[in-house]
């Protein structure tokens, strides 16, 4: 069995410590084997709020890590930095890709930079990038499970959430999914959630499910939630047996500063 943990819109700079050492704790109670990082690291991608969020990742002790950067991980008021090197900070900190890949042997984790310096908020997957995704999920192999992992949603159930939504998301799932997608990971609305992608107004052509992350540790919570985070759980079957994970979503629970358990999902998959 190997455990992916799935954190997101950390907002360094809004960061809560009693969280923050909650998350510690979880880690070394459930020792994950990847760490998948959605992206908005920091509030204002400051070299001080990259480093900080940098330390939390290293003291969780996690061996294989994919970060993304989000929309709040460009600058915002720097308006130089902003056009001349965008993710300079980000890169300092959580380089040297901004299209990383992770692979074990149970998992192919590919990161998609959806963030883009010319747009404030709304993020986009060009063509390119689908092709690019698609040709390495293709070439996976038969016992990992495999995962694309965007900043911005690639499917809501909310429709005052449609305007958040992925540009470009439509295609890029139907044809992640034609090459062997299992999960979408992604983040930005603060909002956990997971959505059944053949259940949709455009169904994918085979089992493959849109997973979403709330805010980890910042004290940025939205409707209604609390700071939230996602294990991953997979076990490898033999060939011709169903493949399936399972989900699982840990809240923070104040009055207990930790997080634990509210929701656990086993996601049938192709």
């Keep these: 069995?190997?455990?992916?943990?799935?954190?997101?819109?950390?907002?360094?700079?809004?960061?809560?410590?009693?969280?923050?050492?909650a998350l510690e704790v979880l880690a070394r109670e459930r020792l994950p084997d990847v760490l998948v990082?959605?992206?908005d690291i920091t509030q204002r991608a400051r070299p001080a709020q990259f480093a900080a969020a940098r330390r939390l990742c290293d003291r969780l002790g996690i061996a294989r890590m994919l970060p993304l950067p989000g929309n709040h991980d460009i600058p915002l008021f720097d308006v130089l930095s902003r056009v001349a090197r965008p993710y300079g900070n980000y890169l300092n900190a959580f380089?040297?890709?901004?299209?990383?890949?992770?692979?074990?042997?149970?998992f192919l984790v590919i990161g998609v930079n959806t963030?883009?310096?010319?747009?404030?908020?709304?993020?986009?997957?060009?063509?390119?990038?689908?092709?690019?995704?698609?040709?390495?999920?293709?070439?996976?192999?038969p016992r990992q499970l495999r995962i694309v992992v965007t900043h911005q949603p690639a499917a809501v159930f909310r429709a005052e959430d449609e305007h958040d939504r992925l540009r470009g998301a439509d295609p890029a799932l139907q044809a992640w999914s034609q090459a062997g997608a299992d999960l979408v990971l992604g983040g930005h609305i603060h909002l956990p959630y997971v959505l059944d992608l053949r259940d949709r107004p455009q169904p994918t052509p085979r089992p493959m499910w849109c997973v979403q992350a709330g805010t980890a540790v910042s004290s940025r919570v939205r409707h209604g939630t609390c700071n939230s985070v996602n294990l991953v759980h997979?076990?490898?079957v033999s060939p011709g047996q169903q493949r399936r994970c399972r989900l699982e979503r840990?809240?923070?629970?104040?009055?207990?500063?930790?997080?634990?358990?509210v929701q656990s999902d086993w996601l049938g998959l192709g």
């Excluded at 960061?15 to 050492?21: F, I």
């Excluded at 380089?95 to 149970?106: F, I, V």
């Excluded at 840990?250 to 358990?261: A, G, I, L, R, V």
């Design 1 to 21: 069995m190997s455990i992916l943990l799935h954190i997101s819109d950390t907002h360094f700079g809004t960061e809560q410590p009693r969280v923050v050492a």
């Design 37 to 39: 990082f959605s992206g």
């Design 95 to 106: 380089g040297p890709r901004l299209d990383p890949t992770l692979e074990t042997d149970d």
């Design 115 to 141: 963030t883009r310096a010319s747009r404030h908020v709304n993020g986009e997957v060009s063509p390119d990038q689908v092709r690019r995704v698609a040709n390495q999920l293709q070439a996976a192999r």
């Design 234 to 236: 997979w076990d490898a």
């Design 250 to 261: 840990c809240d923070y629970q104040p009055e207990k500063s930790w997080f634990e358990t």
